[in-house]
């Protein structure tokens, strides 16, 4: 009876989802398709707040948000403080891994690789560092941006995890830089909060749409975003693999 109570409530949920989905579509009139005239066209051009024009890669010059790519203006500028959620669920996360399985300080142990997985690993670890770093710092002008780029950099400490038995990494200068960036983020956020008034303004110069050095405060937040969730996850992948073995 509780099963189909259960799935009673589902299904009514889901139907009462998708009623109120399709009114908002009508509401916001994406029912024929188009998206002139709607607020999606407002995020391209970069004129929520302010009329900006078309933009044009290479040309436009101080634009609103300044960033070639679409979803970085709305994840950090449009939705920032959002976006600070979100770090802050990763951080609670990285957290509770701690306290539930990384307070032995026990090795786990860990079977012993192959000269050639050790090697391939040696060359493929800065590759993989290097593209986390390019990822996070190029994430204004094409897809990526901190979250991914973090997630690369900490891929890159877990295959010398795998392909060594007797690597260990030493948490406290993660933990720091991990700090750091979280109050770095909520600093620059605050900064925007007092000089235009909501947080995490994108109060810098915007520059030339498509050049490196554009998109004002945005590559600043993903370098910083990188950095905290590189990390993170770095220090859940340590804790988890120091788990206290039983014998």
Same mark, same amino acid.
């Given at each position: 009876?509780?099963?189909?109570?259960?799935a009673?409530?589902?299904?009514?949920?889901?139907?009462?989802? /998708?009623?109120?989905?399709?009114?908002?579509?009508?509401? @916001?009139?994406?029912?024929?398709? %188009? =998206?002139? +005239?709607?607020?999606? !066209?407002?995020?391209i051009?970069?004129?929520?707040?302010e009329?900006?024009?078309?933009?044009?890669?290479g040309?436009?010059?101080?634009?609103?948000?300044?960033?070639?790519?679409?979803?970085t203006?709305?994840i950090?500028?449009?939705?920032?403080?959002?976006? /600070?959620?979100e770090?802050?669920?990763?951080f609670?996360? @990285?957290?509770?891994?701690?306290? %539930? =399985?990384? +307070?032995?300080?026990? !090795?786990?142990?860990?079977?012993?690789?192959?000269?050639?997985?050790?090697?391939?690993?040696?060359?493929?670890?800065?590759?993989?560092?290097?593209?986390?770093?390019?990822?996070?710092?190029?994430?204004?002008l094409?897809?990526?941006?901190?979250?991914?780029?973090?997630s690369?950099?900490?891929?890159?400490?877990?295959l010398?995890?795998m392909?060594?038995?007797?690597?260990?990494?030493k948490?406290?200068?993660?933990?720091?830089?991990?700090g750091?960036?979280?109050?770095?983020?909520?600093?620059?956020?605050?900064?925007?909060?007092?000089?235009?008034?909501?947080f995490?303004?994108?109060f810098?110069p915007?520059?030339?749409?498509?050049?490196?050095?554009?998109?004002?405060?945005?590559?600043?937040?993903?370098?910083?975003?990188?950095?905290?969730?590189?990390s993170e996850?770095?220090?859940?992948?340590?804790?988890?693999?120091k788990?206290?073995?039983?014998?």
């Open positions: 009876m509780r099963k189909v109570f259960a009673g409530l589902v299904i009514l949920f889901g139907v009462v989802l /998708l009623l109120g989905l399709s009114k908002t579509m009508d509401i @916001a009139g994406y029912e024929d398709g %188009l =998206i002139s +005239g709607k607020p999606a !066209e407002a995020y051009n970069k004129n929520v707040t009329e900006s024009g078309e933009i044009i890669y040309e436009t010059k101080d634009a609103e948000t300044g960033s070639a790519n679409m979803v203006s709305v950090a500028n449009y939705r920032s403080f959002d976006t /600070l959620g770090v802050t669920v990763l609670l996360a @990285a957290v509770g891994v701690s306290m %539930l =399985i990384g +307070g032995s300080g026990k !090795e786990k142990k860990r079977k012993k690789s192959g000269f050639i997985l050790r090697t391939a690993a040696g060359i493929i670890f800065p590759v993989m560092l290097i593209t986390g770093i390019y990822i996070f710092t190029h994430g204004h094409t897809p990526g941006g901190g979250f991914p780029g973090g690369m950099i900490a891929s890159s400490f877990l010398l995890y392909a060594d038995e007797k690597f260990s990494l948490l406290s200068g993660f933990k720091f830089a991990e750091i960036a979280g109050s770095l983020y909520v600093l620059a956020g605050a900064a925007g909060l007092f000089i235009g008034g909501y995490l303004m994108n810098l915007t520059g030339t749409v498509g050049t490196l050095f554009s998109a004002g405060i945005i590559p600043i937040i993903y370098v910083i975003i990188g950095l905290k969730v590189g996850i770095t220090g859940i992948i340590s804790d988890m693999l788990e206290e073995v039983s014998v």
